[in-house]
């Protein structure tokens, strides 16, 4: 009999603890350095039902810490990782090439069992944090900010001033 593409999931933490994973929907608010890595990551782990969010194009830049590569620049991020992971792994995301606003938010979050927000602006975070609270979604944020990087539940989180330096230049 053939293994499963999950197979040393299966092996270390039980067929039913995949099938567990496969049934929670995770949000991830941002396809850039730390989106789509994690998409990708939590693919290859036997999550299955992931939505990714970003309006974003890959530019040449993006090519040395994102999981993007040369014949990706100009598509956008979402499509891109979408077709990547899908490739890679087999696991078709959900691909949202939109600006997430206060008009969409609640649309766009609504169903999620967890919501990651790797968005790069304060703006963007608050409206994922605000949206998160009300429906009481359980969210992580993670992100750089100049000097420092973090991760942390949205309990003790704290939108930081977005300070007019490009962490990844």
Same mark, same amino acid.
């Given at each position: 009999?053939? @293994?499963?593409?999950?197979? !040393?999931?299966?092996?270390?933490?039980?067929?039913?603890?995949?099938?567990?994973? +496969?049934? !929670?929907?995770?949000?991830? /608010?941002?396809?850039?350095?730390?989106?789509?890595?994690?998409? $990708?990551?939590?693919?290859?782990?036997?999550?299955?039902n992931i939505k990714?969010? #970003?309006?974003?194009?890959?530019?040449?830049?993006?090519?040395? /810490? +994102? %999981?993007?590569?040369?014949? #990706?620049?100009?598509?956008?991020? /979402? #499509?891109?990782?979408? @077709?990547?992971?899908?490739? !890679?792994?087999?696991?078709?995301?959900?691909a949202v090439n939109?600006?997430?606003?206060?008009?969409?938010?609640k649309s766009l979050?609504?169903?999620?069992?967890? %919501?990651?927000?790797?968005?790069?602006?304060?703006?963007?975070?608050?409206?994922?944090? #605000?949206?998160?609270?009300?429906?009481?979604? &359980? /969210?992580?944020?993670?992100?750089? +900010?100049?000097?420092?990087?973090?991760?942390?539940?949205?309990?003790?989180?704290?939108? &930081?001033?977005?300070?007019?330096?490009?962490?990844? $230049?």
């Amino acid at each position: 009999m053939a @293994n499963s593409k999950f197979h !040393h999931e299966e092996i270390y933490r039980g067929k039913d603890l995949v099938k567990k994973l +496969q049934s !929670h929907r995770i949000t991830i /608010c941002g396809a850039g350095a730390l989106g789509s890595n994690l998409a $990708d990551t939590l693919a290859r782990q036997g999550f299955t039902n992931i939505k990714i969010i #970003d309006k974003d194009r890959v530019e040449s830049h993006n090519i040395n /810490c +994102q %999981v993007y590569g040369e014949m #990706d620049i100009g598509a956008l991020k /979402c #499509d891109a990782l979408k @077709n990547k992971v899908f490739r !890679h792994v087999g696991v078709e995301l959900e691909a949202v090439n939109k600006e997430l606003t206060l008009s969409n938010a609640k649309s766009l979050l609504k169903g999620s069992t967890l %919501v990651v927000d790797v968005f790069d602006n304060s703006v963007s975070r608050k409206l994922v944090q #605000d949206e998160c609270r009300r429906a009481k979604i &359980p /969210c992580l944020h993670a992100g750089l +900010q100049e000097t420092y990087g973090e991760c942390c539940h949205d309990v003790w989180y704290r939108i &930081p001033k977005d300070g007019g330096v490009e962490v990844c $230049d």
